[in-house]
């Protein structure tokens, strides 16, 4: 698999990494399998995709405990990126950004992933009672103390209404260049993907004119993009979609042409002809690879980490790093209709 650098260009992952989250955390709990969990992140890393995302919220801690049992056996595999920040409690998630907390945090962290270094070491969410410069000091004191090899800020809950939008991606700007004064940014993660594109207008131009990797989360729009989920289709109570608007019953069924519009794409890469060019030549190519290509062709800084918990999908997501899209497959891509249901 290409590989993509992180950082001043020490550190590289391959082009596509693994979430992990949905092995332990926001979507049905009843279809999350601990043997079958592990048996993703060993495809994953033998496809290539040395990225692995998690959190110590995931679970809470049990997805870093998960990671850490694969750890033990493949660390020179594995490139471990975990976060810190958010605290879960039984009613309410809260940011704790204290400077005490987050050494506590990453101590813990190592822990339970059974490693000595953590990759790269993401600020889940800024506290808003704590000044960004003092948890990201405290972050950097890690680096120094050669627990961390790198600091990265995830903007993943950006999520907002049309008139939030723009005025959000300003305080992240902003943000990012309060906490680079400090100490230098190596990775933001933000969702990216076909039906959520709001990041190229001003986050990823930020990263790409910095050296910054942007970590394209829920590159497949929870799942929707990969053409597997029906208009209709009932959600756990536990399961993130059930309260999520784009995926209502209504929601689904008026954003099928963009689904639609994929599989065209799709057909046309995996139609038999012996092309030989990435995913081509008679190989079955799917609307998930073709939304991933698209993320993977927004710039050589973008590495998308789609989440996965079952081991043929973390096969399928890595093959679409081989998925080379034309001129007109992009045109296409860019002339579909944009996504409805919002957070107004």
Known sequence: MERRTIGAGALEVGAIGLGCMPMSWAYTASRQRGD??????????????TLLDTADMYGPFTNELLIGRVLKERRGDAFVSTKCGLLVGEQHI??????AYVKRACDASLRRLQTDTIDLYQLHRADPEVPVEETWGAMAELVAAGK?????????GARASRRMESRM??????????????????????????????????????????GVVFLAAMPLGNGFLTGTLTPGEGFEPDDVRARHPRFTAEMMA????????????????????GRGDGCDG???????????????AQGRHVVPVPGAKHERWAVENAAAAELRLTRQDLAEIGALPAARGSWD
């Open 36 to 49: 079958e969990s592990l048996r993703t992140v060993h495809a994953a890393l033998d496809q290539g995709s």
């Open 169 to 210: 991606r300003d305080g992240t700007i902003r943000l990012l260049e309060r906490v680079q004064q400090v100490f230098p940014v190596s990775a933001v993660q933000a969702e990216l993907s076909v039906w959520s594109p709001e990041a190229l207008d001003a986050l990823l131009p930020w990263c790409e004119a910095r």
């Open 282 to 296: 008679g190989r079955r190519v799917t609307t998930a690879q073709v939304a991933l290509a698209w993320v993977l």
């Open 148 to 156: 961390v090899r790198a600091l990265g800020l995830c903007a993943v």
């Open 254 to 273: 008026a954003n099928q042409p963009i689904v639609a519009g994929l599989r065209r794409i799709a057909e046309r890469h995996g139609d038999g002809a």
């Open 94 to 99: 809260v940011a704790n950004g204290r400077p």
